[in-house]
Each structure stands twice: as C-alpha cells, then as structure tokens.
C-alpha cells in the first residue's frame, strides 16, 4: 500500500492500486456472507447444542443456527473490516514516509553507538517476525482443516440448518465451506499485517531508544543539545506509534482476545460433553486446545512488544540520572545544563500505548501473574478444568 497522491505515480499504477484494495475487500465481505451460509465460525463450535424446530429431537448430523447470529457474526466482521479499512487509510494517506524513516534512523544510530555498520541482529530479528506471521498463517490454515475432520462439518450428510425453512447440504455446502476456508486465509492475512507491523515498528523504536541511551552514556554525542534533539524526535516516533499504529493494531487485538476467549469457553463445552462430535473426540480438544492458544500467542505477542518499548523508554529516563551521577563525562557542560538534563529526561514520557494506556513490565508480569493465580484456583475448584481426566 503507497500513497495514493503520490505524483510521481501514474493513474494506472493507482487505478491497479484501488484496484486490488477493493478486490481484497469484495473478498473479504464474500468470506463473511459464506461463513454465515453455512454457519461456520472458527471461534464457535454450533454442534448439536439445540434441538432444531423443524426436527424435534437432537441429530447428531445437524447443525442448527438460530441463535447468537449478531454476537457469533456481525460484531467480529464488523471488526475485522474496521480494521482492513483503517489500516488502508494508515497506509495510503496517513504518514506513508514514516517506517522508511524510522529505519533510517534507526540504521544510522545503532551503526554510531555500537560501532557495527550493518545491524545484522535487528535485520535477523525483523525477518524473524516477517517468518512468525507467515508460519501463524499456516498454523491458523492448519486448525481449519483439523476443525472440519474433529467436528465432521466436510461430511456430505451434514445439514446446516436455518430456523424451518433453509437447509444446506452435500456438495453445495462443501463448496461453501471450501470458498470459506479460502476467505480464512484473506482475514488472516490482515491479523498478522495488522500485529507484525506493529510488532516491526514496536522493535525498531526499541533499538532507537536504547541506542539513544547508549550514546548518552558512552558520551558520543557532541554536547547535550544534541542528545536533547535525538530524544525529542524518539518522543515523535512514539507518538506515532501510540497514535494509528496502535490504534489498528488494538482493533485487531481486541477481536482477538474475544476469539480466544470464546475458544475457552467451547474447550470447557466440550470437556463437559455439551459439544462432543459423535467421532474422534480426542482430535477435538486437541483442535479447540490449539485454537485457543493461536489466538492468545498473537495478542502476547503484541503486549509482549508494547512492553519492551516501554522498557527501552525506561532505560532511556535513567541515563539522565546516569550521566548526573557521574558528571566527569560531560565536563565541558555546566551542572545547571546537567540538573536541566536530569530534570527533562525525568519527564519526557516514552511509554508505549495499547488501547490508549501504557503498558508498562511490572504491571504486565503482575497481570501474568494473577492469570495464572486464577486460572489454577478455577482449575483446582473444578469451575473450568479444560482437562478433566488429568
């Protein structure tokens, strides 16, 4: 995605542009509409849950969807396009030039403060979460097949029945379902877009400030005015950051919190025998197990980097007080400019933002912490225990 009012771009590169967005759009629409033919949600396991209207007795080979449509349906696509359309706007009209930017920055003042001229560790890391997305891609694809084999949607004599009057079956619904896990693959697409540009953009901000904080200490920069210069533009990169970036990227997260919790909750159904297919059970838990834990590893993913940009900001705060400490450094400046310097690297606020507040370590090793505290409380007290012959 370029921007769109690029001059130097001709009207038909922009018109192939707008071209395959609105392509990538119609696509993604079309997998909602599929998924609610057929009522076939990744999240949702509708598996013999209710007794259908028109067949008064539970069938083991029906699949009935007359309830939770808005909740089950609307509300996560309504997200997801949220989240495709902003992030066209992210990277067609607003502040296209700023990565580019950023890791020419970046490049240049990790070479000066570590002395190596080509940072091979960040370009392995970045190329590390280009890899993670793509195999959380295939993993994902992976689940959908497993999902049709565990819960026997693929079977021909599986009906997808609405209310009275609407049933869908044999090869039309395998169609369907096929087109859907197609469409699958185009949302997934816009997760990892959405997260591993976040994530990139959260690494390089990393390497910045703690190159920042490495020319302050080593005193590498010619004289505090200059490291005044350097942290106020790392204070605009994070605002950037914090702004759209993370915007997009909460909207994402957001969706896939309620996937993963959702995903939980059906792993208890099915533990409890509320949901259990007629055949391979076993494959079952291990699908919704696994579903579960895709969903979560993205959304610890993201905190897990919002994290370490707030560390960074941290380290970059205490150099302040490094530098006062020990004044010997900077013997050519004044201890007025030091106290001065002390008293704005105290203040300067370089904190990473999800949903609009900061995510800060010992708050999320505390939340880690309590999770975990509850999770084996409810275990132990049988209120969820996803595993109960263990």
Known sequence: WLNYYEDKRSCRAKLQQNFVIMVYFCIIVASFILQFLVCFQRDIIFLNEEVCVANKTIDV???????????AFVVPD????????????????????YLSKLAEEVFTKTARATGEQFPKKLIVTISAYF?????????????????????EYWDSDMIVQWNNNFEISGSIKQALIALSIIGFIFLDLVYAASIINYAIQSELNVYLLKAIARLVDN???RDLDEAYKEIDNAERNLRVLNGKTATGASLVIFKLSISAIVALQQLDQLTIGRALPPHGQELSLIVASLNALLWAAMVAFAFVQASRVTSAGLGLNRSGVFIRSRPFQYTAS??????????YTQ?????A??????????????????????????????IYNPFPNV
């Open 61 to 71: 080979h029906r699949v009935c969807c007359h309830s939770h449509i808005v909740t």
């Open 78 to 97: 309504l997200l997801i396009l949220i989240s495709y359309l902003f992030g066209i706007y992210l990277f067609s009209h607003a502040e296209t030039e």
């Open 131 to 151: 890899l993670a997305g793509i195999a959380w891609i295939i993993s994902s694809f992976v689940l959908r097949l497993l999902y049709l084999v565990a819960f």
């Open 219 to 221: 005193k590498l920069y």
């Open 334 to 343: 004044q201890q007025s400019d030091l106290d001065s310097f002390v008293l």
């Open 347 to 351: 203040a300067v606020k370089l904190r």
């Open 353 to 382: 933002k999800l949903f609009g507040v900061p995510v800060v370590p010992w708050v999320m090793y505390a939340a880690v912490t309590v999770l975990c505290f509850v999770l084996i409380m409810m275990i132990k007290t049988d």
